[in-house]
Nanobody, 122 residues
């Protein structure tokens, strides 16, 4: 069975940094896309980043450009999200997802992690 596990969330002060990690285990083939989403309290789900199956970063949200850096490590079936200059509005549960297909549909039947909480205080 495929499992996705995130880690790295924490409570930080405004302006601080965190590094989120995500690891996929149990997948037979590694030709899947990977992405990060977040959901703030009472808010909608927001897509943060997307790597296609060729490890190309095809999307990074405007709201995080210049502050967040996404990377993928295929050898370790992992991806990372470096969060710098954190703001209170970045407070959310961050989810990792992996799946086959295109950016528009890979989440439909993809594998989701349980999420890791990021809380930024002002």
């Amino acid at each position: 069975v495929v499992q996705v596990a995130e880690s790295g969330g924490n409570f930080v002060q405004e302006g601080g940094s965190l590094r989120l990690s995500c690891r996929v285990t149990g997948a037979i083939f590694d030709d899947y896309g990977m992405g990060w989403f977040r959901r703030s309290p009472g808010g909608e789900r927001e897509e943060i980043s997307y790597f296609n199956e060729f490890d190309q970063l095809q999307y990074l949200a405007d709201s995080v450009k210049g502050r967040f850096t996404a990377s993928r490590d295929r050898a370790n079936s992992a991806q990372y999200l470096q969060l710098n200059d954190l703001k209170p509005e970045d407070t959310a549960m961050y989810y990792c997802v992996a799946g086959h297909g295109t950016r528009s549909d890979y989440t439909h039947y993809g594998w989701w992690g349980q999420g890791t909480q990021v809380t930024v205080s002002s």
